[in-house]
């Protein structure tokens, strides 16, 4: 998505060709169309089926296959031994007679721009103009509608929604290269320590890509559930048509389930799993040592302990790295790859290329409390809490979160990432950077997991979750231990300071993230943010949203909560000094 709109008659043509409803959710959603979905719609004329390997790969077998059968056909049409028709089904000529009735054209569009608002809040202008322009070539005809169509694209293309999304395909683009190269031995068999819900997800996208993957656990139960979540994600992706029977199954042969670590000695990568415990992860990693080539790669997948640490363990910290996935695996893109100043430069380019035949977008970051995306997003659930404490509604501010656009408000997002693991890193981080990372009080938290209310996956956290229900009750029992510790309102409390006091504390942490140089660039300061934890896409992340909002004024606005709540709200330097200078951007135009 690139907040534009179809050119090139896009507008006007499709809608001709495949119906209005089709064409609609075609350009509001830029979803594919399978093969044998877009010739029903009337988008092709002709498919063909794609042929096994024969003297070359089934895939240039097909193309060239492909290649032959489009000549052909052209060659037919252009010497009128062939005719294209296309009869309309009665739906179709349904939808045809309807539209040019008022009345129904009328409904048609209300319930296509109710749809967008639902789904946008307004916030992306693409989806809307789209709605006007193909609504003025249906009532004004096709030239009307190419001439409205030229002048939307060109007011889109200078929109902030637009140039923040251009950006945002771009760093995806450089996100999916690897600039440390080949690695020096083509990995072929990795192996996974923890079959819980994180290494089951790596697992599935690793054996998904052809690779050889042994699950390892502690306990038959553990790879008995591990073994169930990932045949039940092939088996979704089968029913979605994504993948076939025959292929979820050579997936499946793939995967080796163990208790023991047989055949360990043959792994070119190992990637750890296991419970956020420093103490584990070492004995781990010494485990893991005594029985790996020397050539083998040991990834992290800890979403806050510093791979420092955790390398310290090891004989060989040059072959250490963090790999931090993001739940569910199978559906998250981000992967987030932390070095440390040992870490060699085959070891990154090899864990890149790893993550790249994942399908993953990767950023690179620096080694430190946190990393990047769980660094940044801490301050952000501290000042959460407060507000709860300060006897803010949760689905007030899950509402408020949505609306300045999050993909899913911020209590429901603490319920996602689990209220256990958030009280962890909440201790850890407040640790490592003291005073700045306050906020809520961490006995909130203590006492929701003391009550066993870890979120979503519990079925209680700061809302309770019924199986097959959609709507969601706020815990009674979880307003209850924020009533213990309630605070009284200091601040001003209108909707857009309380976006602002949750947002500016994330954009401070990404902003000092690459003063301190964790970050290599604002660009994947942007993917690592929007990709990993949801930042408004339309904005094209926290660094284009600070060049668009204005530093100055994010500034003035941290300066008052910074009176009130004190260090938490002090802006770091970087920013002061892009506030200097209103012409210093992150992005310059």
């Known amino acids: 998505m690139l907040g534009l709109l179809p050119g090139a008659g896009g507008t006007q043509r499709l809608p001709n060709l495949v119906s209005i409803p089709n064409a609609l959710d075609m350009m509001l959603t830029g979803r594919t169309i399978k093969a044998d979905k877009a010739k029903k719609m009337g988008l092709v004329d002709m498919t063909i089926n794609p042929l096994g390997p024969g003297i070359k790969p089934s895939d240039i077998m097909t193309l060239e296959y492909l290649e032959r059968v489009a000549v052909g056909v052209a060659s037919e049409l252009a010497s009128g031994k062939l005719k294209k028709t296309k009869k309309k089904g009665l739906m179709e000529q349904a939808i045809s007679l309807g539209l040019k009735i008022g009345f129904v054209k009328d409904k048609i569009f209300e319930k296509a721009r109710a749809q ?65 190269g080949k690695p020096q031995i083509p990995l072929k068999n990795v192996a996974v320590l923890g079959a819980g819900l994180m290494g089951a997800g790596i697992v599935q996208v690793t054996a998904n890509k052809g690779f050889n993957v042994i699950l390892k656990d502690t306990t038959d139960n553990g790879l008995i559930r591990g073994h169930g979540q990932i045949h039940d994600g092939l ?45 584990l992860k070492h004995k781990v990693i010494k485990e893991v040592e005594e029985r790996i080539s020397p050539h083998c790669i040991f990834a992290s997948n800890t979403s806050a302990l510093p791979i420092t640490k955790i390398s310290e363990a090891s004989k060989r910290p040059d072959k250490v790295i963090g790999m931090h996935y993001f739940s569910p695996v199978d559906k998250m893109q981000l992967l987030e790859i932390i070095t440390t100043e040992k870490t060699s430069k ?39 809490i407060r507000l709860l404490q300060e006897g803010i509604d949760p689905k007030e501010l899950d509402k408020l979160t949505t609306g300045f656009g999050f993909p899913v408000g911020a209590c429901t997002l603490a319920d996602e990432v689990g209220l256990d693991v958030a009280s962890h890193i909440a201790k850890d981080l407040g640790l490592a950077f003291g005073e700045r990372f306050s906020g809520g009080s961490i006995a909130v938290l203590e006492g929701m997991v003391a009550k066993g209310f870890h979120g979503r996956k519990s079925g209680k956290g700061i809302y309770i979750y019924e199986k097959g229900s959609k709507d969601r009750n706020v815990n009674p029992e979880a307003l209850t231990i ?3 510790h309630k605070l009284t309102t200091a601040g001003s409390v209108t909707p857009e300071d309380i976006q602002l006091r949750l947002v500016s504390r994330f954009v401070n942490e990404a902003v000092l993230c690459l003063q301190e140089g964790i970050l290599q660039n604002p660009l994947e300061g942007d993917i690592g943010a929007v990709f990993g934890l949801g930042f408004p896409p339309f904005s094209g992340g926290p660094f284009h949203w600070v060049d668009r909002f204005g530093a100055g004024n994010l500034i003035a606005k941290m300066k008052t909560y910074e009176s009130i709540y004190g260090i938490c709200f002090t802006p770091c330097q970087l920013l002061l000094d892009h506030a200097k200078d209103s012409n210093r951007k992150f992005f310059p135009s």
């Open 235 to 279: 088996a979704n992706s089968v029913k979605r048509k994504r993948i076939t029977s025959a292929e979820s199954d050579k997936i499946m042969s793939a995967v080796t389930l163990q208790l023991d670590y047989k055949n360990f000695e043959h792994c070119d990568m190992v990637i750890e799993a296991v419970f956020e415990d420093l103490n």
């Open 482 to 484: 924020l009533n213990l």
């Open 346 to 384: 085959d070891t990154i380019a090899t864990a890149v290329d790893v993550g790249l035949r994942q399908g993953k977008v990767v950023i690179i970051v620096k080694d430190g409390p946190g990393f990047y995306t769980t660094r940044i997003l801490s301050p952000m659930m501290a000042e959460l």
């Open 116 to 180: 967008v608002m639902k789904q946008t809040k307004g916030l992306y202008p693409a989806p809307l103009k789209i709605l006007d322009i193909v609504r003025t070539g249906l009532d004004k005809g096709t030239v009307a509608g190419l001439e409205a169509e030229a002048a939307g694209f060109g007011e889109l293309v200078v929109t902030p929604e637009s140039k923040g999304l251009i950006s945002l395909f771009k760093g995806q683009t450089e996100c999916k290269k690897n600039s440390f």
